[in-house]
T-cell receptor, first 109, second 112 residues
Framework: GIQVEQSPPDLILQEGANSTLRCNFS?????LQWFHQNPWGQLINLFY???GTKQNGRLSATTVATERYSLLYISSSQTTDSGVYFC???????????FGKGTTLSVSS | EAQVTQNPRYLITVTGKKLTVTCSQN?????MSWYRQDPGLGLRQIYY???????DKGDVPEGYKVSRKEKRNFPLILESPSPNQTSLYFC???????????FGSGTQLSVL
């Protein structure tokens, strides 16, 4: 099955710093999504980005499907950005998302 | 407001006592799914539904049941819960299978 790997596993930042999170996947996919799990456990969909680049405020994402990776950029990080960031791709049957293990981000003031 | 609503948020129960976790979406989505999240194992799919009356097993269906009698509702049933079903559960929905997926707030279940 499709493998999804995220790096780095952990990231510690000072408020105001920028960061880049990476997601590699093992097979060609047409559905990649980024999620943020906040400290209260809620999973928020940040981007649906099968290819190309999207921006939403301080966050942006780029997926290069032909090279099997996606990047999530966080600029001017804030303490509210803390949590776990997951990328996920649709399985080949099209019935489920396969999640990476996540990147745990801690932003301190 | 468009959302996926799960209840309850927290649940503590004892082994063998049947329980139901409810899930409802107000976005007219065709696809709904249940996931469980465990430390070290990540998010794994339990069951999914492509449409009303159409459900199928995910990766970890043992010990769970679901039903999809109406498009908006997709309850998760544990007929005889066991301690290894202690987990954080999420319901999710999307318009179709290949669309943006929206999650409910989660249900933290503890089976004693």
């Amino acid at each position: 099955g499709i493998q999804v790997e995220q790096s780095p596993p952990d990231l510690i930042l000072q408020e105001g710093a920028n960061s880049t999170l990476r997601c590699n996947f093992s097979d060609s996919v047409n559905n990649l999504q980024w999620f943020h799990q906040n400290p209260w456990g809620q999973l928020i969909n940040l981007f649906y980005i099968p290819s190309g680049t999207k921006q939403n405020g301080r966050l942006s994402a780029t997926t290069v499907a032909t090279e099997r990776y996606s990047l999530l950029y966080i600029s001017s990080s804030q303490t509210t950005d803390s949590g776990v960031y997951f990328c996920a791709v649709r399985n080949q049957a099209g019935t489920a998302l396969i999640f990476g293990k996540g990147t745990t981000l801690s932003v301190s003031s | 407001e468009a959302q996926v609503t799960q209840n309850p948020r927290y649940l503590i129960t004892v082994t063998g006592k049947k329980l139901t976790v409810t899930c409802s979406q107000n976005m007219n989505h065709e696809y709904m799914s249940w996931y469980r999240q465990d430390p070290g194992l990540g998010l794994r799919q339990i069951y999914y539904s492509m449409n009303v009356e159409v459900t199928d097993k995910g990766d970890v269906p043992e010990g769970y049941k679901v039903s999809r009698k109406e498009k908006r509702n997709f309850p998760l049933i544990l007929e005889s819960p066991s301690p290894n079903q202690t987990s954080l559960y999420f319901c999710a929905s999307s318009l179709w299978t290949n669309e943006k997926l929206f999650f409910g707030s989660g249900t933290q279940l503890s089976v004693l």
